[in-house]
Every structure is written in structure tokens, then in C-alpha cells.
């Protein structure tokens, strides 16, 4: 396996870490509602809660660097993109943002402080890469997967209060949550079963995972939660076993790290036997989009749900 894969196979793993949790949007306290942090008036200094404990932001950052893909996408997404002066190699989106040959994963810190930034937002990744920047007096936003929508969106909001864009953060949030609840009300799968694929030696996501707690929102049935004890929620599936539980929907998270398709999937052996190959059930994902808990988590959540009514409607 070639280091490119390597990379998008470890990001699309690691990204899902956190056991999933109930999604409850109107909840007090739940991003977006007046409780929230985001919700204050957008001045300086602010305290911002990260990965890496409380990180207190004096001034309105002007120039940031994201070392995460979604950290990227939530900066653009909430008008942070102009105070963004450099991302590292995987934020490929949206096709503004400044690429460079920076690393989240191998994060080079005089790279990093090469680009004189005031702020740097970035996810897991080997060592104390914030320590490091706070020695040189840079101030450091570690932002790890989120567990939940809820915390996916509260992360949004967070970036948008250590930027000044609370306003903007927060008209972002409440579209999505109306977003994903429209998608959760308006689907009825009647128990239709699934099998999610992040990379072609079968390893799957159970519905302890962030990805997974998607299709549980839209009632859909995972066939690897019972393979998952023992597995940090993300099993590796054997082929028989695919087979036999005989999914209604595959969903493809490995068409750019692995080259899966439809097609090639119609092709393993036997495959050809199951329900989703059968009947057009094969959903080829983006991969950048499946491992991101960004704003793009309800397209994701949107092209879940319309495999999911086309299959019911042919079943019908």
C-alpha cells in the first residue's frame, strides 16, 4: 500500500474515533441554542474549550493555519477563509483554501511557524505539536473528531467565536440541524440492513461510531455492530461473512483510497449474490466527504438517505 493510500485509509479510521450519542439539537445547552458559547458577542479575548484543554485567543486571529481537513471546511464554511493563510496537504476543500505541503499527521513545526501564524487549529496527530507551538508563542487549537453531531456542530461554533464569526457560526449551525432533521423525519427504511466499507480488506464501522450514528439516525440496520465487540467499533469484516448477512445497501468509503466501485464489487466472488448488488444498492461515497465532520456531513447524511428511500421504493 503506497503512502497516498496509506494516509486516506488512516484518515478515513482515525477520524471516526468517538462512540457515537443520541442527536438532540433542540436540547439546552446544544450548539446552536441560546446556551452556547457562540452565542456571546464576538470580542476578544475569548476561551475556546479544544482537545488540548482551555486555549485562550487575546486578538482576532489574521493569519491561521489549519492542519485538518474539517477544521478547514468549518473556517470557509463560517467566513474565516481570508484569515486562512495556509492548510495542509488533505484540506482540499473548498478549492480556495491555500494547500501546501504542510502535514497534520507529521506536522513539522518550523514549517508550521514558517508561515508566522497567529492561530493553528489542527486534530489528532503523534506528540505535543501544541506544547511546541505555544514555546514559540503561537497560540494552538487542538479540535479531534467529534463523537456527535452535536459536537461536530459545537465545533463549528468554537471556530467561529475564536475567529469572530459567531454570527456566521451560528446561522450555519441552525441550517444544518433544520437540515438534518428534515432528512430524520422524512425517512422511513423499514429496517432496511447495510454494510459500510472504509477500505477493501473489509473493515467496517459499527453504530458506536460517529458514521455509524448517521444511519442510526435514519433507522437504517448495520450488519457489523454484531462483529464489532471488542473492535473500538470498527471491525474487519471477512467476505463470508458480508455474504451471509446479505446487506440491503453497501455504502463505499474506499472509492479513492482503494479504487472500489459498484462495478469492482460486483465483481469479488460471490458478491454477486447479495440483495445491494442484485437490486442497485451499491453507493460509491466521496471518501474526503465519509471521514469529515464538517459541514458536508449532511450531504453525506442526504445521499445516505436517498440510497435509502430508492431502495424501500423498490422493495415496495
Avoid at 445547552?29 to 475556546?48: C, K, N, R, Y
Avoid at 491555500?98 to 496527530?125: M, Q, R
Avoid at 467496517?204 to 440496520?221: D, P, Y
Amino acid at each position: 500500500m503506497g503512502r497516498p493510500r496509506r494516509i486516506l485509509t488512516a484518515f478515513a479510521l482515525a477520524l471516526w474515533l468517538a462512540a457515537c450519542g443520541s442527536y438532540a439539537g433542540s436540547e439546552e445547552g446544544a450548539p446552536g441554542g441560546g446556551d452556547s458559547p457562540a452565542s456571546e458577542a464576538a470580542a476578544f479575548p475569548v476561551t475556546i474549550e479544544g482537545t488540548n484543554g482551555r486555549v485562550t485567543i487575546d486578538e482576532r486571529p489574521e493569519r491561521i493555519v489549519s492542519l485538518s481537513p474539517t477544521a478547514t471546511e468549518d473556517l470557509f464554511a463560517t467566513g474565516a477563509g481570508d484569515q486562512v493563510i495556509a492548510v495542509d496537504e488533505l484540506s482540499n476543500f473548498p478549492a480556495e483554501a491555500p494547500v501546501t505541503e504542510l502535514s497534520g499527521y507529521e506536522p513539522n513545526v518550523e514549517a508550521i511557524a514558517g508561515y508566522e501564524p497567529d492561530l493553528v487549529v489542527f486534530a489528532t496527530e503523534p506528540g505535543d505539536l501544541a506544547a511546541s507551538l505555544e514555546g514559540l508563542g503561537i497560540t494552538a487549537l487542538q479540535l479531534d473528531a467529534a463523537p456527535t453531531l452535536r459536537g461536530a456542530f459545537d465545533q463549528i461554533e468554537q471556530l467561529g467565536l475564536a475567529t469572530g464569526h459567531v454570527a456566521e457560526a451560528d446561522a450555519l449551525v441552525a441550517e444544518l440541524r433544520v437540515e438534518v432533521n428534515l432528512l430524520v423525519d422524512g425517512s422511513d427504511p423499514s429496517g432496511l440492513s447495510f454494510y459500510y466499507e472504509l477500505d477493501d480488506t473489509f473493515y467496517s464501522a459499527t453504530s458506536k461510531t460517529f458514521i455509524g450514528q448517521l444511519f442510526e439516525l435514519l433507522g437504517l440496520e448495520n450488519i457489523a455492530d454484531p462483529a464489532g465487540k471488542g473492535s473500538g467499533g470498527y471491525p474487519q469484516l471477512s467476505a463470508e461473512y458480508i455474504i451471509e448477512a446479505d446487506p440491503d445497501l453497501i455504502f463505499l468509503a474506499d472509492t479513492k483510497c482503494c479504487g472500489q466501485s459498484p462495478e469492482t464489487v460486483a465483481e469479488r466472488p460471490g458478491w454477486d449474490e447479495i440483495a445491494a448488488v442484485t437490486d442497485g444498492g451499491v453507493v460509491a461515497l466521496d471518501d474526503d466527504v465519509a471521514s469529515r465532520w464538517g459541514p458536508r456531513v449532511v450531504d453525506l447524511l442526504s445521499q445516505i438517505a436517498a440510497a435509502a428511500d430508492a431502495a424501500e421504493e423498490d422493495a415496495a
